[in-house]
């Protein structure tokens, strides 16, 4: 079985303190390289993992120790009170995108390969990428790529995308890529081309409401000294993380009872987020904007 090369792979496990009889969460299992790392590092232990994408079970590990979920993380505690697992001993997540699903033309991820738009990880749903560019309003695909791609001319974008579907509909990653480079600064078009991809996938899989919904769960998921790991990717994903890992909400604000203590449910253990080193980023270029934060349940 091949597996992805996993980011900060050694850095997230040392992070998780596993236990050998413990119970531990793989939130996105993708292409198992985390998932493996962590069995290895457990007897008697379990590991449920979780992936909304189907094709993530071609990757499945021949271990009796590991129990499969096919949903989206958003879906935490329902499915470890399921299979009674809770409280567990910690939970890791890895927010980025499989290499799997992005050296896959047809789910139209990458900006290398002309695909379908489609960017669903979940292809049970029905929202692809292709209804977001073709249906949206002006205005909404504005806010899309403003807030999401963190593109400075998000109207213009949008204006040249809502031009365009009038002559045809936009089908593909290259007819989309083509509208997008007019837009884009010259010398900088693959940055702009990530962050329209980014923003629009984003968007496909409520990616920032999932995350959302899942932080709020995992400390009631977490035995008292139980981490949670997450590696994230892009500034949006790492400032929710960091807010919430600081306050136990996602603006920051910390919040303090009569007697003066803070109530976030979680403590710190790397004040810094944890970056991936000059030489995996040599071996794995897409390392290179991954950030690794790690708290532990009060």
């Given amino acids: 079985m091949i597996y992805h090369k996993s980011v900060l792979l050694n850095e997230s496990i040392e992070a998780m303190d596993i236990r050998p009889d413990g119970f531990y969460v793989d939130a996105t299992y993708g292409g198992g390289g985390h998932a493996k790392a962590i069995l290895n590092n457990l007897t008697t232990g379990k590991l449920i993992a979780f992936d909304q994408d189907e094709e993530a079970f071609g990757n499945r590990i021949d271990d009796t120790r590991l129990i499969m979920v096919n949903h989206n993380f958003r879906f935490l505690r329902n499915f470890l009170m399921l299979h009674k697992a809770l409280p567990v001993d910690g939970i890791l997540a890895d927010l980025g995108i499989s290499s799997h699903q992005i050296d896959q033309p047809d789910r139209g991820f990458s900006t290398r390969y002309n695909g379908m738009l489609d960017m669903r990880m979940d292809r049970k749903k029905k929202q692809t ?170």
């Fill in 129 to 298: 990428a292709r209804e977001i560019v073709n249906q949206y309003s002006e205005e909404d695909l504005t806010h899309l790529f403003r807030n999401f791609g963190e593109i400075r001319n998000a109207r213009k974008l949008a204006s040249c995308i809502a031009g365009n579907r009038k002559e045809k509909p936009i089908e593909t990653t290259a007819e989309l890529k083509e509208i997008a480079q007019t837009c884009a600064t010259w010398g900088k078009e693959n940055k702009y081309m990530a962050q329209v991809f980014q923003a629009l996938r984003i968007e496909v899989n409520q990616e920032m409401d999932a995350l959302r919904e899942f932080l709020k769960q995992a400390p009631g998921c977490l035995k008292s000294g139980g981490r949670l790991a997450v590696i994230a990717y892009h500034s949006l994903e790492d400032k929710l993380v960091k807010n919430y890992f600081r306050s136990g909400n996602f603006e920051g604000v910390i919040e303090k009872d009569f007697y003066g203590n803070e109530l976030s449910p979680l403590r710190i253990i790397t004040r810094k987020a944890i970056v991936p080193s000059e030489a995996e980023i040599e071996e794995n270029s897409r390392a290179r904007s991954a950030r690794l934060r790690v708290a532990e349940k009060k």
